[in-house]
């Protein structure tokens, strides 16, 4: 049993089907592939990495590339999501023939297999199950800011903006930008702020030529590392963005090395710098944010501790040089919210009810080498449910598919 159908399930479901397996079932209530973050059909929201790197097959890395050919687009675009989204419905409509339309509300492993209670009340039985529920819901200022109507908790919903309202944007990562670019081409012409506690954006894409494979980084305390990383980016005769991504291949080793001391100095203090630097915007969202920012239209702001005051008429920012009223916010500091942090997801219900452990970074749940939960038999995790001390890299396509085929692998 699959438990979650975006991008996550989906790839298990693909790589199970492939392995032989006929008996599988994909518990989820809506479309397959969809998800967080191929659910939306804003036509302005494009994939972060170009098409050649997006194929659900490890042994045919340029399916998807092939597939959106006939739209005329080659595989170093950025293509739309709204497509890969199709791209991963099309292909689960291939390979999953059972579909439960709801959610798993508990999960009661045995010696022999696992118990599955379904929120419409049907009970399931399975030897296996993959985990792939995704992320958390980002209830991050809901506590503060839900009380206005002025508030949009969910980016990826149909926000409603009027074109000459002034709109805060909450965040200044990948989601706002989407934010941003969304923004422009329904040709808003009120200001836009971004603010976040730093202040950084992703940094833009490249087509820069790859670095031969290299040998991963010898330090394995935070401080050398870093002094080493960028040593090597300083000095590897390529463009950083080669370097950063040739370092991809270890990145889980180098990190599952560090104390878990230094893993959480990294949370605290590298993370925003690492991320602009290893998950950037495509080089036409870089050049939209930069035209706006020329006509001071855009402002990117940094606000370590921002608080808020409501009206009927405006949400007023707090905590910068002046307060600044706003007709609009819009929370994007993140969809890649983890599900532990969601006290309503089935991963914290698995962690209240003793099945699962929830790891001490906060990140996901403790899980072995081989992605199962610990202390569990039949449960493996898929995707960014394992992002914590053994696991960095874990939540793009690339890595999420080498999950799915190991796990049917197991399983077949």
Sequence with gaps: MIVGGGASGVLAALHVRAAGVDSFAVIEPGALGHGVAFGTVEPAHLLNVRAHAMSAYGDDPEHFAHWIAPTGASNKDFVQRVSYGAYLTEQAESAVTDVFATTADSLQPDDEGVDIMCADGRHLRAEHVALATGHGHNRTYESVLSASPRFHPDPFADVDIPSTDDVLILGTGLTAVDMVVLLAARSHRGRITMVSRRGLLPLPHKDVPPLPPIDPPTAETLGPLVREIREFAAHCGADWRAAVDALRPHTNTVWAKLSLA??????????????????????????????????DQLRVVAVRHPSFVIADEFIELRGGSVPVRFAQVVNCTGAATPAVQDPFSLPSRLVEEGIAERDPLGLGLVVRQNGMLSGQERITAIGSLRRGRLFWETIAIPEIRKQAARFAARVA
């Excluded at 605290?268 to 939209?288: G, K, T």
């Design 262 to 295: 230094d893993q959480r100095r990294f949370l605290r203090s590298f993370l925003r710098f690492w991320e602009a630097h290893r998950h950037r915007m495509p080089e036409v969202s870089a050049d939209i944010m930069s035209q706006m920012r020329e006509k």
